[in-house]
Every structure is written in structure tokens, then in C-alpha cells.
């Protein structure tokens, strides 16, 4: 749904900006058209999406009922939460530092895909950063990626895994694995706040 709606930035007065918003004019359409021909239903599918989260009113004074004319968040574009929270792990998880191991596999599969050969580089070099071993870096192409998207998925998973009772010498492999992971992680949100990606 969200990749068929448009996201932009809506005008809030002035000065002001609703960062990364739908009019819930086009949310609503879009459930009329792909889930729910009934005009009724497909309010109530609205109503349900606000109450159990999955969108949120850009101005919070507008209250907890849906309104075609408000604009709405997806709970993916929030900018106060981190991005292992955008996602709920939903199976059992996993052994620990198997958990740990698989996403720092996931991370340099990022960063790997984030590589640019010197003859492949675009004029374009806003997204592109040089890292302490002088390879250069494609932020955006990192983000957009497969890649990213799985360790994304992957990272939701370090919520439910339960590090206690284990040896201390495994706890700490965790906890290294986790924060290779994360400077990865920063390395490119940083990257991408920068440049304005």
C-alpha cells in the first residue's frame, strides 16, 4: 500500500512541514480500490488502521478518528523511533549469537552493496562517501537495497532473543556482533543525513 501512495512533505503554516505524509484522501482510495469495494467497510478498514497504529495523524490534535482531509504518517516513516522497532518480529526467535552472527552477515552484505568500483561511478556523487580504506560508498543505493530491506527485517528480531543465563564470553560476542551492526548501521544513516539522501 504505501509504495502505491504518494509520501511527500505537506506544508503546516508557514514555516512548518508534515514530513513524510499521505493525505488520507489517497489511503482511503486506495483501500476502495484494492481491498474494499464497500464505502463504509472501507472506512472502518481506515478507523482500524489509526487504532491499531499502522498510521498516525501528522498533527496529533486532530484526535484518534480517521479523516480523509488529515494527513498520515505510516508507522515506517516515524523519525522518533529506531528502525529495528519499524518492524515487529512475529516468529520465535532464534539462538542469540546465531541472531548476532546472522546480522552482521546482513550488515556487510549492505555495506557491500553500497561499494563502488571507481569505473562505475555517476557524476552524481551527493549520496557518495569515502571510507577509511578510500572505497567509495553509494549510500542510497545501500538503503534501497534487498539487502538493507532483510537486515531491516532481521535486526526486529534482537527484541525477543534473550541474552541471560548465557556465558559471559558468548554475551560479549553478542553484544560485539550487535555493535559492528549498529556502526554500520549509523555509518550510513549518517551518511544519508548529511547529504540529505
Not at 504518494?6 to 493525505?23: L, Q, S, V
Not at 498510521?55 to 516513516?77: C, L, Q, V, W
Amino acid at each position: 500500500m504505501r509504495s502505491e501512495i504518494e509520501i511527500k512533505d505537506y506544508p503546516n503554516g508557514w514555516f512548518g512541514t508534515f514530513p513524510k505524509c499521505a493525505i488520507g484522501q489517497d489511503i482511503y482510495g486506495w483501500i476502495l480500490e484494492h481491498a474494499e469495494e464497500d464505502k463504509k467497510k472501507g472506512a472502518i478498514i481506515c478507523q482500524k488502521m489509526v487504532e491499531k497504529k499502522l498510521i498516525f495523524a501528522a498533527d496529533e490534535t486532530m484526535g484518534r478518528i480517521f479523516n480523509i482531509n488529515n494527513y498520515y504518517r505510516f508507522h515506517m516513516d516515524r523519525d522518533d523511533i529506531a528502525d529495528n522497532l519499524i518492524k515487529k518480529w512475529k516468529g520465535t526467535p532464534g539462538d542469540a549469537l546465531e541472531v548476532s552472527i546472522n546480522l552482521v552477515n546482513l550488515a556487510t552484505e549492505v555495506y557491500q552493496q553500497a561499494m563502488v568500483e571507481d569505473e562505475e561511478e555517476d557524476e552524481d556523487e551527493e549520496a557518495e562517501e569515502e571510507d577509511e580504506e578510500g572505497n567509495t560508498i553509494d549510500v542510497e543505493a545501500a538503503l534501497k537495497s534487498s539487502e538493507y530491506k532483510s537486515y531491516i527485517n532481521a535486526v526486529a528480531e534482537l527484541e525477543k532473543v534473550q541474552i541471560y543465563g548465557l556465558p559471559e564470553h558468548t554475551r560479549k560476542a553478542i553484544l560485539l556482533n550487535c555493535y559492528q551492526c549498529m556502526y554500520v548501521h549509523h555509518f550510513l544513516k549518517k551518511v544519508q543525513e548529511e547529504s540529505g539522501v
